[in-house]
């Protein structure tokens, strides 16, 4: 427990300070919406586009991995759609949509990252970011292909398919995780110079995410939204990582690492771009920003629980 601890504090400790340092109006809004920008348009790209383009991908394609993670993930954000559907039928198609991809989009630059990387050090990096390498781009791509179709009735299949490029096109960590893989791909080492750049700017995402995320919180009211938000939090939190354990150590088998890497990553609070795709669409902005702030404050238990049930593969 006391390894768990010291896990979480630290990260919860970088958190607290950005909300303090807004809330003490030391940092204003717009300065954080700023540093917000920074991280996901420069830091956060460099460090993904780095670890995705020098992780030695396994010459068995780990199937069982991805399989384990996406399918809990696509399954909880169906659920939590059809759920919303009966449970708020005066809620609008598109709003179902971003209740559900709120309930199984989880942080995963800003809390994922660094949490699994200290509690279980750079071994569990091959698998966190084999599964980081399409993360977003699998879930936003079905997000924003549902919003088109939900906002625009009389728009084809074909039409939302198509639309998708120009809507993915200024996601900065997307393109990064893209052109990442395909220089993994490639076959091709990243030159020295480049990777000690990238390397040194990667480092900052961390950090500075964290303050960011905490920046974020002190300007989120929840009052209006607290019953989605709960809602959208115990898919989020509860749900989909014990699914995801269940499918990974009892369907697949995976490494004990893998199944506590990916539980841990599907374990994590709702990220950001919920708000970010709820803001694009104007449709259910309240619920997404208020499941931000619940899921992180509830993840203080549940990631506690979860980091001393896998305490025998804490880093020590």
């Not at 992780?55 to 991805?66: D, K, R, S």
């Not at 949509?97 to 569990?124: H, Q, R, Y």
């Not at 959208?232 to 004990?256: C, I, R, W």
């Amino acid at each position: 427990m006391l390894t768990a601890a010291s896990v979480i504090f630290p990260v919860i400790a970088i958190i607290a300070l950005g909300f303090f340092l807004v809330r003490a109006n030391m940092f204003t809004p717009h300065q954080n919406t700023a540093l917000n920008k920074f991280v996901f348009m420069i830091a956060a790209p460099a460090l993904l586009f780095r670890n995705v383009a020098v992780t030695e991908f396994p010459e068995a394609t780990p199937w069982g991995l991805w399989l384990s993670y996406y399918l809990v993930m696509f399954g909880c954000m169906a659920l939590s759609i059809g759920l919303a559907r009966v449970l708020m039928p005066r809620r609008s198609g598109a709003a179902w949509v971003i209740i559900g991809f709120g309930s199984s989009f989880s942080n995963t630059v800003m809390l994922g990252i660094p949490i699994i990387l200290t509690a279980f050090g750079e071994a569990a990096a091959l698998p966190l970011f084999l599964v980081l390498a399409f993360h977003g781009l699998l879930i936003f791509s079905t997000g924003i292909l549902l919003m088109e179709l939900t906002t625009a009735p009389s728009r084809s299949l074909r039409g939302a398919i198509l639309a998708l490029p120009q809507a993915l096109s200024n996601q900065s960590v997307l393109i990064a995780l893209l052109a990442g893989v395909l220089w993994n791909m490639s076959g091709l080492n990243l030159p020295g110079p480049a990777d000690r750049f990238l390397n040194i700017l990667g480092q900052a995402a961390i950090p500075l995410a964290l303050v960011a995320i905490g920046g974020t919180l002190a300007t989120v009211s929840v009052r209006h939204s607290v019953g989605v938000a709960v809602y959208m939090s115990g898919f989020k939190l509860v749900v989909q990582p014990a699914a995801t354990y269940g499918v990974a150590n009892f369907v697949f088998g995976l490494p004990p690492l893998w199944v506590a890497t990916i539980t841990l990553l599907a374990a994590m609070p709702t990220g950001v771009l919920a708000s970010v795709l709820a803001e694009q669409y104007r449709a259910a902005s309240g619920a997404a920003s208020s499941s931000i702030m619940v899921s992180c404050v509830a993840a203080i238990a549940t990631l506690s629980f979860w980091l001393t049930f896998f305490a025998p593969l804490l880093r020590a």
